[in-house]
């Protein structure tokens, strides 16, 4: 049973720093390109950032280039979202999310909310 676990998230202020987590279990995780998205109140889930299998190629919304990093650590099982200077319309629940072939995320954690105040 494939398992992915955000943690990491909470309240910020504007300009703040967060890093958010997604531990995997159930399935080879150096096989899968990982990806985080987001759902903001009242808005469509969208993408935010995206990682090949070994970390050695990214892709990142329009957004957040500059601001945001995603790496992961395949021994850990782990793909990270740092987070900078953080801004309110960044506020929203982060979903990160595991894709098996290169072209469809299949498999998503239960979400972690990221609030960020003025």
């Known amino acids: 049973q494939v398992q992915l676990v955000e943690s990491g998230g909470g309240s910020v202020q504007a300009g703040g720093s967060l890093r958010l987590s997604c531990a995997a279990s159930?399935?080879?995780?150096?096989?899968?390109?990982m990806g985080w998205f987001r759902q903001a109140p009242g808005k469509e889930r969208e993408f935010v950032a995206a990682?090949?299998?070994?970390?050695?190629?990214?892709s990142y919304a329009d957004s957040v280039k500059g601001r945001f990093t995603i790496s992961r650590d395949n021994a850990k099982k782990t793909v990270y979202l740092q987070m900078n200077s953080l801004k309110a319309e960044d506020t929203a629940v982060y979903y990160c999310?595991?894709?098996?072939?290169?072209?469809?995320?299949?498999?998503w954690g239960q979400g972690t909310l990221v609030t960020v105040s003025e």
């Open positions: 999310a595991a894709d098996p072939g290169g072209s469809q995320f299949e498999y």
């Open positions: 159930g399935l080879t995780f150096r096989r899968y390109a």
């Open positions: 990682v090949n299998w070994s970390g050695g190629s990214t």
